[in-house]
C-alpha cells in the first residue's frame, strides 16, 4: 500500500509540473546536478588540489559526509554510502560494473585504481545513483583522467612520496601526449609499506602490503565529431596484511578493460551518443601461511570475471534535458576453499564457499531534468530491470540443497526504482526535496554464499536463494547558502528498507569453521530504517585565510529497535586553511563523538570517543621549464590511540604520521 501511494504521489508532482512547464516560457540554462564531486586532480597538478596529494582513493572519499570506510587492514577499505555497506551500493569506474572476487570483501572497487589517474569521484545518494545499476544507498563513479583533444604535445610528470609510519615508499610517474586528433595517458603507482603502529608506538602486526597499479588511456577523434576510446587498468597487489581478520591475501590481481565509441551529432536534438563495451577479470587468493598459530590452513581463492556494455543518449527537447541508457553486463563469480588437516593421514576437505554463480543483468534507465524557470527544475528517473542469477557448478549446487532441497539452479528478479527531485537556486539560497522508491536483488553471498566467516560476529553465514528482492522507500532533503565569503549546506536522507537482509542465528545447525559461534541464514527481516545528515560549511576570512568545516550523523534501527552496525556516531572535521603566494598549509581536527547506539545484537560494541590534530604545508617552484611542488606534514600529532566505529575488530588506526611528497612536471 505504501508502495502505491509512493508512486502515486510521485507521478502526481511529475506530471503536474511537467503540464505547467510545458505551458510556459522557460530559460534553456541546463539545470544544476545534485551529484557531490570529490575532484582528484590532473596528473600535473595533484599538488595543487589535496591536503596530502598521494593518498589512497579511500583517504580521498572520506571527505565526503556521506562517504564512509570499513578498515580491515592497512589497504583496500571498504566504503559504505549513507551507513550502508557494498551489498547496498554501487561503485563503478568511468560507468563500468566490476565486481570483487573476495568472500570477505577484502578487495573493494576502489582499490584497484589510484589517485595518479583519477580526475573525480562523483558520489550519489540513493536512487539518484541508480544510473549505472540498481542500489539503495547510492552509488559512486570514479573518472579517470582525460588529455582530451588539445594540442598540448608531451606532458611528463613524476611523483614520489614517503610515510614515517609503516615505512611506506610511493613512487609514480605519468607520459602523456595530446593533440587536435589523438591523445595517449599512461600512469604507473608503486606502494610499498611495512606495518604500522598505532599511537603508543604500538605495532599493528599483519599490516603490510605492497602493490602497482598500470594505467593506460588513449583516444582518436575522426570526422570531427566522432570519437574512439581505448582504456586499460592493471593492479597487483601481493603480500597484503589484515590484522582485523584470520587471514591475508597473498595476491590480488585485476585487469581492466574497455573500448568506447562516442558520436556528437550535428544539429540535432541529441547532443551525445556514447557506447561502451568492457571487460575486467580478477583474482583473489586469501593466504593464512604467515600467521603464526592455525588450527587447519586454509587456501580460499577466488574469481570475478564481469562482461558488459553501456549505450546511452543525451539530449535536448524545449525544457528537457533528457537521458536514455542502457546498459548490461554477465558476471561469473566463483570462490572455494580447500582445508588441509594437520595429519597427513587424513584427507583434504574441500567446498565452494561461491558456487560458479552466473549473473546476467539488463536495464533501461531513463531521466528527464525539466527547467521549470531560470530558477528552478525538477528531475525525474525510472528505471526496470532484469536481474537472472544461475549456479552453474551441479557440487556447489548439491551443497546448497542440504539447506534448500526444492532449490533450482536459476531464479530470474525484476527491479524498478523510481525518483523524483525539485531543486530550487535563488538570490544565493539552493534547496530541494525528493522522494524515491528502489529495489536490489541479494548480492552472491546473501543469495549463494555458503559457510562464509564472518569475524566481526564469528558466525559462519549460509545464503539463501529464497530471498525476496530489497525495497527501499527514500525522501531526501537539502538547504544550502552561498555568498563570496560563505559557504553552506546542510543535507538529509531518510530510507525505509522493506525486507532488509540480515544473517539470522540457525541454532539447529553447527558451524564449519574452529572457534566460531554458531551459524546465521541470511533472512529479510520485515524493515529497517537509517537517517543521514551532514552539515558543511566554508567561510573565507579574506583571499589568504580560509575556514571549513564538517558535522555528519546517523541513526539506524530494524523493526524491533535494535540498532544497525556501522552507524556512525557524531563526527566532525574543522580546518583552517592559509594560502600565500606558492606557500600553502593547512592545520585540521578530525574525531567521532561518544558511539552511543552501538549494535550488541549485531556483535558490535562500544567506540569511544576521540579526536586527532593534523598539519601540512607545501611550496610550488619551477627550476627551468620543469615545475616542482613538495609537500610536507604530519598526521595524528599527539600520537593519539584510537579505533572507529566502522573499524573491523576494533582494529586501532596509525599513530604519529610523518609524510612527504615531491611531485615535479615538465
Not at 602490503?209 to 594505467?215: A, D, L
Amino acid at each position: 500500500m505504501m508502495k502505491k501511494k509512493l508512486y502515486g504521489f510521485v507521478l502526481l508532482c511529475f506530471t503536474s509540473i511537467t503540464l505547467f512547464a510545458q505551458g510556459q516560457v522557460t530559460d534553456t540554462v541546463v539545470p544544476k546536478k545534485l551529484n557531490e564531486v570529490i575532484v582528484i586532480g590532473k596528473k600535473t597538478q595533484l599538488y595543487q588540489k589535496q591536503t596530502k596529494p598521494l593518498a589512497t582513493v579511500e583517504e580521498y572519499l572520506q571527505q565526503s559526509g556521506k562517504v564512509g570506510m570499513i578498515k580491515r587492514g592497512g589497504y583496500a577499505w571498504e566504503p559504505i554510502i549513507n551507513s550502508m555497506a557494498t551489498e547496498r551500493t554501487l561503485i563503478t569506474i568511468d560507468g563500468m560494473r566490476v565486481f570483487g572476487a573476495c568472500t570477505d570483501k577484502m578487495d573493494p572497487i576502489t582499490s584497484y585504481v589510484e589517485v595518479s589517474n583519477l580526475s573525480e569521484a562523483t558520489i550519489t545518494s540513493g536512487q539518484l545513483g541508480g544510473s549505472h545499476g540498481a542500489t539503495i544507498g547510492g552509488a559512486i563513479d570514479l573518472k579517470r583522467n582525460r588529455s582530451g583533444f588539445i594540442n598540448s604535445g608531451w606532458d611528463v610528470s613524476l611523483h614520489s612520496g614517503f610515510e614515517s609510519n609503516g615505512n611506506q615508499k610511493i613512487i609514480g610517474s605519468a607520459v602523456n601526449y595530446a593533440n587536435n586528433r589523438f591523445y595517449i595517458d599512461t600512469d604507473f603507482m608503486y606502494r610499498d609499506a611495512e606495518n604500522y603502529s598505532a599511537g603508543n608506538n604500538q605495532e599493528v602486526l599483519y599490516s603490510q602490503f605492497r602493490k602497482f597499479n598500470i594505467s593506460a588511456t588513449s583516444g582518436f577523434s575522426f570526422d570531427g565529431n566522432k570519437m574512439l576510446e581505448a582504456s586499460l587498468i592493471y593492479d597487483k597487489a601481493t603480500d597484503v596484511g589484515y590484522p582485523a581478520l584470520p587471514m591475508d591475501v597473498s595476491l590480488a590481481e585485476a585487469l581492466i578493460t574497455s573500448l568506447k565509441f562516442e558520436y556528437v551529432p550535428k544539429s540535432s536534438k541529441i547532443e551525445n551518443l556514447e557506447t561502451k563495451i568492457y571487460y575486467n577479470t580478477i583474482t583473489h587468493i586469501m593466504d593464512d601461511t604467515k600467521r603464526p598459530s592455525v588450527p587447519i590452513h586454509m587456501d580460499m581463492p577466488g574469481w570475478s570475471d564481469t562482461y558488459g556494455f553501456y549505450s546511452k543518449a543525451k539530449g535536448v527537447f524545449k525544457s528537457h534535458h533528457f537521458l536514455v541508457d542502457l546498459n548490461s553486463f554477465y558476471n561469473r563469480s566463483v570462490a572455494e576453499m580447500t582445508m588441509y588437516p594437520s595429519d597427513p593421514n587424513e584427507s583434504l576437505m574441500f567446498m565452494f564457499t561461491w558456487p560458479d554463480v552466473r549473473t546476467l543483468y539488463n536495464a533501461l534507465f531513463l531521466e528527464d531534468n525539466i527547467i521549470l524557470n531560470s530558477q528552478s527544475s525538477l528531475r525525474f528517473s525510472a528505471s526496470v530491470s532484469n536481474h537472472f542469477n544461475k549456479v552453474a557448478d551441479e557440487l556447489g549446487l548439491e551443497s546448497l540443497q542440504i539447506f534448500y532441497p526444492n532449490m533450482k539452479d536459476s531464479k530470474n528478479r525484476i527491479l524498478k526504482s523510481i525518483s523524483s527531485n525539485y531543486t530550487v537556486d535563488k538570490n544565493g539560497f539552493q534547496y530541494g526535496f525528493g522522494l524515491a522508491f528502489g529495489e536490489r536483488a541479494p548480492s552472491v553471498s546473501e543469495g549463494y554464499g555458503f559457510y562464509l566467516f564472518n569475524s566481526f560476529d564469528r558466525f559462519d553465514y549460509i545464503g539463501n536463494p529464497e530471498l525476496t528482492n530489497e525495497k527501499s522507500s527514500e525522501a531526501n532533503a537539502f538547504i544550502g547558502y552561498k555568498t563570496q565569503k560563505i559557504s553552506t549546506k546542510i543535507s538529509s536522507s531518510y530510507f525505509h528498507i522493506s525486507n532488509y537482509i540480515v544473517g539470522k542465528p540457525a541454532e539447529n545447525l553447527i558451524p564449519m569453521t574452529i572457534g566460531a559461534t554458531g551459524i546465521k541464514i541470511y533472512t529479510a527481516l520485515d524493515y529497517a530504517v537509517i537517517f543521514n545528515t551532514d552539515l558543511n560549511i566554508e567561510y573565507q576570512f579574506d583571499k589568504n585565510f580560509k575556514w571549513s568545516g564538517q558535522l555528519v550523523y546517523s541513526y539506524g534501527q530494524d523493526y524491533k529497535k535494535e540498532n544497525l552496525p556501522f552507524i556512525s556516531p557524531l563526527r566532525y572535521t574543522s580546518s583552517l586553511h592559509y594560502r600565500l603566494n606558492k606557500f600553502s598549509s593547512e592545520i585540521a581536527v578530525e574525531g567521532n563523538a561518544v558511539q552511543t547506539q552501538h549494535s550488541l545484537f549485531y556483535g558490535e560494541d562500544r567506540t569511544p570517543d576521540y579526536a586527532i590534530l593534523n598539519f601540512a604545508a607545501s611550496y610550488s617552484f619551477q627550476i627551468d621549464k620543469s615545475n616542482w611542488n613538495v609537500k610536507a606534514g604530519v598526521e595524528n600529532i599527539l600520537d593519539t590511540y584510537y579505533s572507529t566505529f566502522s573499524d573491523w575488530n576494533n582494529i586501532p588506526r596509525k599513530g604519529r604520521n610523518f609524510f612527504l611528497n615531491i611531485s615535479f612536471g615538465f
